[in-house]
């Protein structure tokens, strides 16, 4: 049996753990080569490869909780951090942490931020500071994740959709994206915008409000809104996303940018 086959058995059947092991351990060796990766797009559409997100949740299982350490910081956990930065081009700045299993391309910089294991980022990509990049998520070139910004992890279940920023995404600062969400190419969202599978996002650019599940359209901008929900004990305001308006197309995707954000009067 080939790797994939070997840990797809031990999945369904964890009695057959131990014999996985070392194919569980090539598996995220790859993965943080960034030979392998969680999830692809193939021909315009995201493909989620399953056995690799089931062999995450068994390394979890066969590694040991052990001390680790660099210099005066130390921590106590299964997976190290990640190692090689220098040749890989990759600039993370104290006290940043990308773990093991995790891939940047070269010139990824990742401030006092977090990526994790089976996360996978792009080259030219900001990670600011205090911003996270949840397990698994794939995070797309050229996208700048503004201080504080979550991306939320989807390990479980293994064929679930993690979240997917794509090229050229600009995500402000505080805001949440969760739930396998995919924010396509060149998109912006607002300040603290809450972006989740479950929770619409209300298209305002027409005559008619139009609801948007589970993505964020290409280019679109997107700021933080409510609407009214009747309740027994009175009418409340829900958060919602508005979708307000669309980047115009340019060369210059920072100049593309600026003018968004000027025209919309989006916080950033």
């Not at 049996?1 to 194919?23: K, P, V």
């Not at 600039?91 to 990824?108: H, L, N, Q, S």
């Not at 505080?174 to 924010?183: A, M, N, P, T």
């Not at 809450?194 to 027409?206: H, L, M, R, Y």
């Given at each position: 049996?080939?790797?994939?086959?070997?840990?797809?058995?031990?999945?369904?059947?964890?009695?057959?753990?131990?014999?996985?092991s070392?194919?569980?351990?090539?598996?995220?060796?790859?993965?943080?080569?960034?030979?392998?990766?969680?999830?692809?797009?193939?021909?315009?559409?995201?493909?989620?490869?399953?056995?690799?997100?089931?062999?995450?949740?068994?390394?979890?299982?066969?590694?040991?909780?052990?001390?680790?350490?660099?210099?005066?910081?130390?921590?106590?956990?299964?997976?190290?951090?990640?190692?090689?930065?220098?040749?890989?081009?990759?600039?993370?700045?104290?006290?940043?942490?990308i773990?093991?299993?995790?891939?940047?391309?070269?010139?990824?910089?990742?401030?006092?931020?977090?990526?994790n294991?089976?996360?996978?980022?792009?080259?030219?990509?900001?990670?600011?500071?205090?911003?996270?990049?949840?397990?698994?998520?794939?995070?797309?070139?050229?996208v700048?994740?503004?201080?504080?910004?979550?991306?939320?992890?989807?390990?479980?279940?293994?064929?679930?959709?993690?979240?997917?920023?794509?090229?050229?995404?600009?995500?402000?600062?505080?805001?949440?994206v969760?739930e396998?969400?995919?924010?396509?190419?060149?998109?912006?969202?607002?300040?603290?915008?809450?972006?989740?599978?479950?929770?619409?996002?209300?298209?305002?650019?027409?005559?008619?409000?139009?609801?948007?599940?589970g993505?964020?359209?290409?280019?679109?901008?997107?700021?933080?809104?409510?609407?009214?929900k009747?309740?027994?004990?009175?009418?409340?305001?829900?958060?919602?996303?508005l979708?307000?308006?669309?980047?115009?197309?340019?060369?210059?995707?920072?100049?593309?940018?600026?003018?968004?954000?000027?025209?919309?009067?989006?916080?950033?």
């Amino acid at each position: 049996m080939n790797d994939q086959q070997i840990i797809e058995a031990a999945y369904a059947d964890l009695g057959r753990l131990a014999e996985a092991s070392d194919a569980v351990e090539r598996t995220i060796a790859a993965l943080d080569r960034g030979d392998l990766r969680v999830a692809e797009k193939v021909d315009g559409e995201w493909i989620v490869h399953t056995w690799v997100k089931e062999a995450i949740l068994l390394y979890f299982r066969l590694a040991e909780v052990r001390t680790m350490g660099a210099g005066p910081f130390e921590w106590y956990d299964k997976i190290p951090t990640k190692t090689g930065l220098a040749d890989a081009g990759v600039r993370v700045v104290p006290p940043g942490i990308i773990r093991y299993g995790a891939f940047c391309e070269p010139g990824v910089v990742v401030m006092p931020g977090y990526v994790n294991i089976g996360a996978r980022v792009g080259t030219g990509t900001m990670v600011d500071t205090w911003a996270t990049v949840g397990s698994c998520a794939q995070i797309g070139r050229d996208v700048h994740l503004s201080g504080g910004v979550g991306i939320g992890g989807v390990l479980e279940p293994p064929g679930a959709r993690p979240v997917i920023i794509e090229d050229g995404a600009f995500i402000g600062s505080r805001s949440i994206v969760v739930e396998g969400v995919v924010v396509e190419e060149g998109a912006v969202l607002g300040a603290n915008t809450a972006i989740s599978a479950s929770i619409p996002i209300i298209d305002v650019t027409g005559a008619e409000p139009v609801e948007i599940r589970g993505r964020v359209p290409r280019n679109a901008i997107i700021v933080p809104g409510a609407r009214a929900k009747e309740f027994a004990a009175g009418v409340y305001h829900l958060q919602t996303p508005l979708l307000i308006g669309y980047r115009t197309e340019s060369t210059d995707r920072k100049t593309s940018l600026n003018e968004a954000l000027r025209t919309f009067e989006v916080e950033v």
